[in-house]
């Protein structure tokens, strides 16, 4: 047991008022993601303004689904070393919190790198298998494969912030995230408006930016006399560690492929109905709904660190109140949010999308889903409740049949009788009632069991 003490009791999830501490927690989450969303909606505004609507399909049109699926993949790996970080912090067992670090840090490394370099081969090829239209292939190509440079950066940032939020502090990576977005803004602004790099431009700022978000973070590490600092000297793979790590990440890394995959599914539906204003529609949707997603993600990884430390400190009241706290915030706060996206969409997607009849389309869309976000906002919350707990093998077998083998046999059976946009979009809320009530049986389960 390390003899490491926690600095301030405000980073300390096992102790004081549980709603307090959650929103204190929250709300930096929230709003560093929700830079992050505004970023993405500057991104996609600066690039149809300056390039037009087949830019913005080039860059929404599957390369979002793919980097979602590699990443995220190797992501929810990494989240495995995160909550290992959140229970030893818990535990204050600081020398159990360094090697999980160091080993993490190493695999983000090495596995980086082999994305930047298969990527640039497999690029291509990936967009093919989704059916990207031909019109659009090359500046898709030419995205993905500069966007995939920053693997390294992103991998290893991912990981930093999840230890600092492991360990009871989100207001850093906030500060973090401010930085590399209005970087990101202003290189986008240079590279696009100003150079005239078109599309490359765009990923050209997206990579900086997360150089830049990753400097910041690994300085904050090496200065650190905290439980958490960071050593170049002490980079090493501890095989316990790491055997654990993939144990508990796994399972999480592919949950959030299976969601990649069913979002793939989709996107090469749409795609193969070779009807670039429904892409469009699709990509600036996805811009805005954007916020409700990091907002509701923001609850997952408040509550999954909060979860990670009460668990680990043997807390499983404290952890159990928590989630009941969380849940009635997130849902409550997603209803408003609801009604807020609904009301606002069409004059903001007239800032970034040419015709009408595009933002017609995005309206639809959105109209198929959005009321029932509250279901997702369910999910998240369960969910981060289980993996902050280190439970992540049956979620991934609920997520496996409840999300990606349904999306699979709706989009197979029912779309091509029904290659409409409700016959697409509609996939989303009955997937989500179908995992949620799944999860809720599971967990109930183990409440009844007496494992927690």
């Not at 990494?78 to 840090?105: E, N, P, W």
């Amino acid at each position: 047991m390390s003899d490491i003490s926690v600095k301030s009791d405000r980073d300390d999830l096992t102790t004081g008022v549980v709603w307090k501490k959650l929103l204190s927690f929250f709300f930096p989450i929230l709003a560093g993601l929700l830079f992050q969303q505004l970023y993405n909606t500057a991104d996609a505004f600066i690039v149809g303004y300056f390039l037009g609507d087949n830019a913005l399909a080039s860059v929404g049109s599957g390369v979002g689904v793919i980097t979602n699926l590699i990443l995220g993949f190797f992501v929810g790996l990494i989240s495995g070393g995160t909550v290992m970080i959140s229970q030893a912090y818990g535990a204050k067992d600081g020398d159990k919190l360094s090697r999980v670090l160091h080993t993490c840090f190493v695999f983000c490394l090495c596995v980086g790198a082999v994305i930047t370099f298969a990527g640039y081969f497999l690029a291509p090829k990936a967009l093919k298998l989704i059916n990207t239209h031909d019109v659009l292939m090359a500046d898709s190509t030419q995205y993905l494969r500069i966007y995939l440079v920053g693997a390294v950066p992103l991998l290893t940032y991912n990981l930093f912030q999840g230890t600092l939020q492991g360990v009871g502090q989100s207001r850093r990576p906030f500060k973090y995230l401010i930085a590399s977005c209005l970087i990101n803004i202003a290189l986008d602004l240079l590279f696009v408006g100003v150079l005239g790099w078109k599309v490359a431009g765009a990923a050209w700022a997206s990579v900086l930016s997360m150089c830049t978000c990753t400097g910041l973070a690994l300085r904050h590490f090496l200065t650190t006399d905290g439980m958490h600092g960071f050593s170049f000297s002490k980079i090493r793979v501890d095989v316990p560690s790491l055997k654990r790590m993939m144990r508990i990440g796994l399972p999480s890394g592919f949950q959030s492929s299976l969601y990649s995959v069913s979002n793939i599914i989709i996107q090469a539906a749409l795609n193969g109905l070779n009807d670039t204003p429904l892409i469009t529609a699709w990509t600036a949707t996805g811009r805005l709904d954007g916020f409700y997603w990091v907002t509701t993600s923001a609850f997952g990884v408040a509550i999954c660190a909060f979860s990670g430390q009460c668990y680990g400190a043997g807390k499983y009241e404290r952890l159990k109140q928590a989630m009941r706290v969380c849940m009635g915030i997130s849902l409550a706060v997603t209803a408003a949010l609801s009604v807020t996206l609904l009301s606002i969409a069409r004059p903001v997607y007239r800032l970034f999308v040419e015709h009408e009849t595009t933002i017609d389309k995005a309206i639809e869309i959105m109209w198929c889903f959005v009321p029932f976000y509250v279901l997702w906002s369910y999910i998240e919350v369960m969910t981060g409740t289980l993996r902050g707990m280190g439970d992540t093998f049956v979620p991934m077998i609920i997520t496996l049949i409840g999300t990606c083998l349904f999306r699979v046999l709706w989009m197979t059976l029912l779309v091509p009788v029904w290659p409409t946009i409700p016959g697409i979009s509609l996939v989303y809320p009955v997937s989500w009632l179908i995992t949620g009530t799944a999860f809720t049986v599971y967990f109930l389960r183990k409440l009844k069991r007496g494992i927690i």
